[in-house]
C-alpha cells in the first residue's frame, strides 16, 4: 500500500452525515472526503457559522430533526463534544461534557431508528480516557480489551460508547474509535508547545507518566480505511500508535527538533490544584496500543514520535 495515496472512503457519490464537523479533527475530515467526492451533511449548532468554515459544498443541518426519514445516509462519523481539558469537572461541567456526546449521540441514534435508509456503518469517536488512570508502575500497555475504571473520565466515555452501540439494533455497524492525543496544526498541540518555545518546557510531575499518540494524518487515514472495510469493523478500535512515550520525552524531542532547551520542571501540586480529577489524565498517563489497528494490516504514516513532530514544526 502507498502511504501517500489520497485518502479514500469508499465508493465517490456516499452521503456521510458528519458531527463536530467544524472542530480540529472535523474540518479535516470534512475535506478529506469532499476530496473523494462524498457528499457531506454536516450537524452543528451554528449553521451560519458552520457554512462560512466548511463552505457551499457542505449542507449543515442544526438537528437531526432536520433531516426527513427518507434522508439516505450511508456514513455517520460522530465526532462532536465539548472540550475535556481546561474547565475543573464540576457537576454542571460534567453534565455539560455528557449533553455534548452522550445526548448527542442518543439522539442521533433516535433519528437512524426512524430513517427508512439505515446507515451502512457509524465511526463513532470516543478516547482513551475509557481506560481511566494507568499508574506509572504498571508497565503492560493498555489494549481495546483492557478494563474501564470508575472515574468520570472513563464513565463519560462507557455512557458515550454506549449510546453510540444503540444503533447497532438496526442494522448498523459501529466502530467506536478511542483518539489518543492527536498531533497535527490545531488541537492540543499547539498549547502543549508553547512553553517549549519559550525555552520553559520540561517534565511535568515525574515526567515519566505515558503519552499515547496517533499524527493526525494517521487518525484520518484509520477512518478512511474503517470506512472501506468490507469484514467486521464493529466494536473498539485505539486510535493511537504503537510509539507511547514518557512525558519528559516527548518535550525533549520536541525541544531538540525546535532548539531549544528543556529544563523547567511543573511540580504536580498546582496542576492538581488547578485541574482537579482531570489532573490524573496529565500526571499518571497511560501507555495504550493500537492492537486491532495493526492486527488487521493498518500501516502508520508516522509510527515513531520525532518524524511526526518534525512534519508539524
Known sequence: MDLADPLR????????????????VGQHLVAALLADGQHVIALTRDTAAAQRTLGARVRCVMTVDELPVT???????????ARILGQRWTKKRQAALRASRVGLTKRLVAWIGKAQHKPRLMLSASA?????????AQLQPLTEDSPPQPVFMSQLCQEWEAAAQGAAQYGVAVATTRFGLVLGHGGALPPMLMPVRFGVGGPMGTGRQRLSWIHLDDLLRGLAWLARQDGNVAGAWNFTTPDCVAQRDFVATAARLLHRL??????????RLLLGEQADLLLEGQCVMPRRLLSAGFEFRYP??????????
Not at 9 to 24: D, E, K, M, S
Open 9 to 24: 472512503f469508499g465508493a465517490p457519490g456516499q452521503t456521510v452525515l458528519v458531527t463536530g464537523a467544524t472542530g480540529f
Open 71 to 81: 434522508e439516505k445516509i450511508d456514513l455517520v462519523i460522530n465526532l462532536a463534544g
Open 128 to 136: 482513551i480516557g475509557y481506560y481511566g488512570v494507568q499508574p506509572q
Open 262 to 271: 528543556a529544563w523547567l520542571p511543573t511540580p504536580a501540586w498546582p496542576v
Open 304 to 313: 515513531a514520535l520525532e518524524p511526526a513532530l518534525r512534519s508539524l514544526l
